[in-house]
């Protein structure tokens, strides 16, 4: 099989109706518009949703929900990761320099997710009721900033 030589299945593609060609081509005169109003011209239409000037059903319901302006700047550390890292003081520029996190992360959430051995010390970032607890069974310290 040869890219130029794929055609789609018989009888697929019907040929485009060619509108406004003569009373004999069925799509005559007014071409399957109807007589007058906006939706008959030229360039007659009007937006998705609109409602001839009533309040629209996108704009009459209640706004639900929220979305975070911050989300991208918090970035999610595992304990495997924090694990793996040289150094026993951890704190968002040391994540940084390690490039566990973004350069652009404004702050950083430890989650239980992985194994933790070593003692370290975990300082101003947030951490999980898990991952706190695994830190400190391991003989670590979790410091509030």
């Known amino acids: 099989m040869r890219l130029n ?6 009888g697929e ?5 060619r509108v406004g060609r003569g009373v004999g081509s069925g799509w005559g005169k007014t071409a399957g518009r109807g007589h007058k109003g906006q939706k008959s011209r030229a360039g007659g239409f009007h937006k998705v949703g609109f409602e001839g ?32 890292m040289p150094v026993d003081e951890i704190d968002l520029a040391a994540l940084k320099q390690a490039n566990v996190v973004s350069t652009l992360a404004q702050d950083a959430r430890v ?5 933790i051995t070593r003692k370290v010390t975990v ?7 898990g991952a706190k607890a695994a830190i ?3 003989g670590g310290s979790v410091v509030e900033a």
Do not use: C, D, Y
Not at 111 to 115: H, N, R
Not at 123 to 129: D, Q
């Open 53 to 84: 000037g009533q309040m629209p059903l996108h704009r009459r319901l209640p706004k639900r929900g929220f979305t975070s302006l911050t989300r991208k700047f918090v970035e999610v550390v595992r304990l495997s990761e924090i694990n793996a």
């Open 136 to 138: 400190e069974a391991a």
């Open 111 to 115: 989650i239980l997710s992985g194994e």
């Open 5 to 10: 030589t794929i055609k789609p299945a018989e």
């Open 13 to 17: 593609k019907g040929s485009a109706h």
């Open 123 to 129: 300082r101003g970032l947030g951490v999980t009721k």
